[in-house]
């Protein structure tokens, strides 16, 4: 998403429930631009209503084919580090209202960069 946001007006922030250094890590690895904040009592989910996903649709019978299929080609499988039910979300914020807000059913389903970068900038229009 970064690479699609052009406009000075706008600001990035990446929030995550991990440790600091750990979100300071994944950024790194994105090449994130913007601000990373570390929200690890989820304060900021519950204000938006953003929950943990049922274990069927973050674990669905796709998801339980591919890591079947990774694993017959000989792959070992982490054990995750991480809440893996926990949805994310996507908003627009201006003047510290949230003014648009995307939450995902499954862990996959999230708008394309070009829509929430359209809806930002409709917003600053």
């Known amino acids: ?70 694993t017959a080609r000989g792959h070992r499988l982490a054990r995750p580090a991480e809440d893996t039910r926990q949805l994310g979300a996507d908003a627009i914020m201006a003047d510290g209202v949230v003014r648009q807000l995307w939450r995902p059913r499954t862990p996959n389903d999230r708008p394309p960069a070009s829509q929430v970068v359209a809806a930002a900038r409709a917003w600053l229009a």
């Open 1 to 70: 998403m970064h690479q699609a946001h052009d406009d000075p007006r706008a600001g990035l922030i990446l929030i995550g429930f991990s440790p600091p250094d750990r979100l300071a890590a994944v950024a790194r690895h994105l090449g994130w631009p913007g601000r990373v904040l570390a929200d690890q009592q989820r304060a900021l989910y519950r204000r938006l209503g953003v929950g943990r996903a049922p274990l069927w649709r973050v674990y669905s019978p796709a998801t339980l084919a591919t890591y079947a299929a990774a």
